[in-house]
C-alpha cells in the first residue's frame, strides 16, 4: 500500500478500540484495588493468564450499535496483553509489559507507546500505582438473580477520562468489560470459551515488525 493510499483510508472506529487500553491496563495490575472487593480478590489471586473469545460492541449516546467486532483476547500478568481483531477489520493491540503495540493490518502501519507513558495519561495510572486511593472512586458491587456479579467503579478526580468502568463476573469468571467514556459512548465486551492459567509462551506478547511496516512511535530498545 503506498503512503498516499495510507493517509486516504481510515477505520472510523479504530480510536474506540484504543479506548481499551485503560479497561486492561487496570485488570493487569489490579492488585491495589483488590483488597477493596471480595470478587476482584478472588479473581486476582486464582488468575495468572487468561484467554478467551470476544465479541465487542461500540454504542452511541442514542443506544444505537455503531460498530461490533470479534476476535481473540489473551492476558498475562503482570502488564501483558494482546488483542486479535479478526472482524470488521484486522487489528492487533499488544502489550508486552514494556511498551504496546497498535498494528492496522490493513494500513501496514504499528504504532508503540511505552505503557508507562500511556498509564500515566490513563484511567488505569491510579489503579496501576503502589496504591489505591479509595477516596477517588466510587465503587458499587450488585448482584442479579442468576448470582452474577456486577462490580462499577467511577473515577471522583477532575481530570478523568471516563465515565464508568465495569466488570461482570459469573462462578469468579471474568465474562463482561464495559466503559463508559465522557462522550457518553458505551463499549461494551462478552467473553466466551475461557481458559485460566494455560502457561503462555513469551512470543505471544511481542511484535515482530516485519519489513514494509510503517513504525510511529518509539521503537527503541525493542
Given at each position: 500500500?503506498?503512503?498516499?493510499?495510507?493517509?486516504?483510508?481510515?477505520?472510523?472506529?479504530?480510536?474506540?478500540?484504543?479506548?481499551?487500553?485503560?479497561?486492561?491496563?487496570?485488570?493487569?495490575?489490579?492488585?491495589p484495588?483488590?483488597?477493596?472487593?471480595?470478587?476482584?480478590?478472588?479473581?486476582?489471586?486464582?488468575?495468572?493468564?487468561?484467554?478467551?473469545?470476544?465479541?465487542?460492541?461500540?454504542?452511541?449516546?442514542?443506544?444505537?450499535?455503531?460498530?461490533?467486532?470479534?476476535?481473540?483476547?489473551?492476558?498475562?500478568?503482570?502488564?501483558?496483553f494482546?488483542?486479535?481483531?479478526?472482524?470488521p477489520?484486522?487489528?492487533?493491540?499488544?502489550?508486552?509489559?514494556?511498551?504496546?503495540?497498535?498494528?492496522?493490518?490493513?494500513?501496514?502501519?504499528?504504532?508503540?507507546?511505552?505503557?508507562?507513558?500511556?498509564?500515566?495519561?490513563?484511567?488505569?495510572?491510579?489503579?496501576?500505582?503502589?496504591?489505591?486511593?479509595?477516596?477517588?472512586?466510587?465503587?458499587?458491587?450488585?448482584?442479579?438473580?442468576?448470582?452474577?456479579?456486577?462490580?462499577?467503579?467511577?473515577?471522583?478526580?477532575?481530570?478523568?477520562?471516563?465515565?464508568?468502568?465495569?466488570?461482570?463476573?459469573?462462578?469468579?469468571?471474568?465474562?463482561?468489560?464495559?466503559?463508559?467514556?465522557n462522550?457518553?459512548?458505551?463499549?461494551?465486551?462478552?467473553?466466551?470459551?475461557?481458559?485460566?492459567?494455560?502457561?503462555?509462551?513469551?512470543?505471544?506478547?511481542r511484535?515482530?515488525?516485519?519489513?514494509?511496516?510503517?513504525?510511529?512511535?518509539?521503537?527503541?530498545?525493542?
Open positions: 500500500m503506498s503512503a498516499q493510499d495510507k493517509k486516504m483510508k481510515t477505520n472510523p472506529l479504530k480510536n474506540d478500540r484504543y479506548h481499551l487500553w485503560y479497561i486492561l491496563l487496570a485488570l493487569c495490575q489490579l492488585i484495588i483488590a483488597s477493596a472487593n471480595d470478587t476482584l480478590k478472588t479473581f486476582i489471586e486464582r488468575v495468572d493468564t487468561y484467554q478467551a473469545e470476544f465479541s465487542q460492541v461500540v454504542i452511541n449516546p442514542s443506544g444505537e450499535v455503531i460498530e461490533r467486532a470479534k476476535g481473540r483476547f489473551l492476558l498475562a500478568r503482570p502488564g501483558r494482546r488483542w486479535d481483531y479478526t472482524l477489520y484486522q487489528q492487533q493491540i499488544i502489550a508486552d509489559g514494556e511498551k504496546i503495540w497498535f498494528y492496522d493490518v490493513d494500513l501496514e502501519q504499528v504504532t508503540v507507546r511505552t505503557q508507562r507513558g500511556v498509564l500515566s495519561h490513563s484511567p488505569a495510572a491510579l489503579l496501576a500505582g503502589g496504591q489505591f486511593v479509595a477516596s477517588d472512586y466510587t465503587i458499587e458491587q450488585s448482584r442479579d438473580d442468576k448470582n452474577d456479579v456486577f462490580i462499577t467503579l467511577w473515577p471522583q478526580y477532575d481530570d478523568a477520562t471516563f465515565q464508568s468502568i465495569a466488570l461482570v463476573f459469573s462462578a469468579d469468571n471474568l465474562i463482561e468489560m464495559a466503559m463508559v467514556d462522550f457518553d459512548q458505551k463499549t461494551v465486551l462478552t467473553f466466551t470459551d475461557i481458559v485460566e492459567n494455560r502457561p503462555l509462551s513469551e512470543e505471544m506478547f511484535f515482530a515488525v516485519q519489513p514494509g511496516i510503517d513504525v510511529i512511535g518509539d521503537n527503541s530498545g525493542g
